[in-house]
């Protein structure tokens, strides 16, 4: 997946490690990279999730490892269409994107109905987040100038 970066050339959507304050990897955060410039961009619907991810560790998080998959389900749907289908086209990942969220959002909404049936205020508040990160993606907002 491509879009135009701001020097006129091609930026590729990566899975990449972040590495926050020399102590912190978290893994498989999509990324837009440009090898011309080299410059980077996160994907605008997982900064956010970054963003309080980078928050909750403080200024000096101790040493480790985080899946940003685990915090994000759009990242998480990406890490699983971009590990089965290295080789898709814009196109093709496009519409496997689009049948990967519909199908996350029916579980997902599956599991709200016993969180709410089992009355588990933690359990109906972590689906609804995890719906939230889903709901208002539209693939033509963020890859609207792809190549």
Excluded at 7 to 27: D, F, N, P, S, W
Excluded at 41 to 64: A, F, H, M, N, Y
Excluded at 87 to 112: C, F, G, P, S, Y
Aim: overall charge negative; hydrophobic content about 35%.
């Amino acid at each position: 997946m491509r879009k135009t970066c701001r020097c006129g050339h091609v930026m590729e959507l990566e899975l990449r490690t972040v590495v926050y304050a020399k102590r912190v990897e978290i893994r498989n955060v999509p990324v837009f990279a440009c090898t011309d410039c080299v410059s980077y961009e996160v994907l605008q619907p997982v900064k956010p999730d970054l963003k309080e991810c980078i928050s909750t560790l403080g200024e000096q998080p101790s040493k480790q490892d985080v899946s940003f998959g685990e915090r994000n389900e759009l990242a998480d749907l990406f890490h699983e269409q971009l590990l089965a289908w290295p080789d898709a086209t814009d196109r093709e990942m496009e519409h496997r994107m689009q049948h990967a969220v519909e199908e996350r959002i029916n579980l997902l909404l599956d599991i709200m109905g016993y969180a709410q049936k089992s009355n588990d205020e933690e359990w109906i508040e972590t689906t609804q987040r995890r719906l939230g990160q889903l709901s208002g993606f539209v693939w033509q907002a963020h890859f609207s100038n792809a190549v």
